[in-house]
């Protein structure tokens, strides 16, 4: 058993032995305080030979965060976990299945379609009003559809019932595919669908989860107790006539909601504040959980543990594209079966949205002019006219989604 100086001095050495350039010694102290900090050194220490590698991510993510905290943002960024990994380990923190929601809306319109409020309260919280259980952390493994979609599942039984219930995602990662490793991605529909269908889902108490999906042969529900005693999944809402910011807050309105968004190096790195992502394209590969919204931003409950992000949440500044978060949303339908209770209610997230919010948001320069008009704009409004590369080559007012930096 090596101790951690040892350790240390190892892995020192083996960083000096595939760096060539001795003015990097800086970055590697960095580097090595930074694998200490994360846990991370021994299995670096272990796996040498991308170390190189490595050390170049997290220089380039050091670059990153810097160069972003220097500015005046609303947001701030920071060093993490996250900051030494190749872009196919982080795909492994997200889990979103694209081609199943895509099969979803081919055949949506046998389910509920959302059912808008006319008009909606300025800010909503739900987090404050107890339909929401502190952050959890899916860790690696794609399952950020069972945990999106329970945030809402979690949100509908307080609606329909006044307690708060910690389901267990891994009943979602064991039952809902028996033919797939559910660490390889999913969708929220066929989450609630199985709540439907089979009038089950433990208690996280019951059934804890394991990041894992090993047998995918046998799904016993009869080992885990029922924790959906007095109410019923009955129906859900989907999101295909959404597609804006609007509708998605007049959703949010309702309840807790699951939604979709790009989860870039940009949100890995997030440290607090209101974000504004310049960097997707929409194109969604993370499942999320909408539980709030104020005039400014709109309140989103992750999946990557309570150290990440303010206290496992993050703040989208509104009036933005917001990497793809306004194309869908979905919630699962419940009503009390007649039923009584029998468990006590969950522990609920405690998170002031407000504590930290930097400063405001850039706002739209007025003297720009949009060359493109509302054709052009309708057509781009589910797309990324706020993307670097677009805004670099149309007029900065295309579609109203140009700001002052």
């Not at 502190?134 to 950020?144: F, V």
Request: glycine share 6%.
């Amino acid at each position: 058993m090596f101790s951690k100086m040892r350790l240390s001095l190892i892995l020192a050495l083996i960083i000096a032995s595939v760096l060539s350039d001795s003015t990097q010694g800086n970055i590697v102290k960095r580097y090595l305080q930074y694998l200490r900090d994360e846990g991370k050194l021994a299995g670096r220490l272990t796996n040498s030979q991308n170390l190189k590698t490595r050390l170049s991510l997290f220089k380039t993510n050091v670059k990153l965060v810097e160069d972003h905290n220097a500015k005046h943002s609303s947001y701030k960024l920071e060093i993490n976990r996250f900051s030494d990994l190749s872009d196919g380990e982080l795909a492994q923190y997200h889990g979103l299945n694209a081609s199943l929601v895509v099969e979803e809306e081919d055949v949506l319109t046998s389910y509920t379609s959302p059912l808008l409020p006319v008009s909606v309260p300025d800010a909503v919280d739900w987090v404050a009003q107890g339909y929401v259980t502190p952050a959890k952390d899916q860790g690696r493994c794609g399952s950020c559809w069972a945990f999106g979609s329970n945030v809402a599942l979690e949100g509908s039984h307080k609606k329909a019932t006044g307690v708060l219930k910690n389901f267990a995602e891994q009943e979602y990662l064991d039952c809902v595919f028996t033919t797939r490793d559910g660490c390889t991605g999913g969708a929220a529909h066929v989450c609630f669908d199985f709540n439907k269908r089979t009038g089950h889902m433990a208690s996280q108490y019951a059934y804890p989860y394991t990041a894992t999906d090993v047998d995918r042969s046998v799904c016993d529900l009869t080992k885990y107790k029922n924790s959906l005693i007095a109410a019923k999944v009955t129906s859900r809402v989907n999101s295909r006539h959404v597609e804006t910011e609007e509708n998605t807050i007049k959703l949010l309105s309702i309840q807790p909601v699951t939604l979709f968004i790009e989860a870039t190096r940009t949100l890995h790195q997030y440290k607090e504040g209101i974000l504004l992502d310049r960097t997707c394209w929409s194109e969604t590969n993370h499942a999320v959980a909408g539980v709030g919204y104020t005039p400014q931003y709109i309140i989103v409950k992750n999946s990557w543990g309570a150290s990440w992000g303010e206290s496992g949440f993050f703040k989208l500044m509104r009036g933005w594209s917001n990497c793809g978060l306004y194309l869908r949303a979905q919630y699962p339908v419940m009503e009390p079966n007649g039923e009584k209770e029998t468990e006590e209610g969950a522990k609920q997230a405690l998170y002031d949205h407000t504590a930290i919010v930097g400063p405001d948001p850039p706002k739209p320069d007025p003297d720009c002019d949009n060359g493109f008009g509302d054709i052009y704009c309708s057509r781009m409004t589910r797309s990324s006219c706020h993307s670097p590369q677009i805004r670099n080559v149309f007029c900065r007012k295309a579609c109203n989604n140009c700001w002052l930096d």
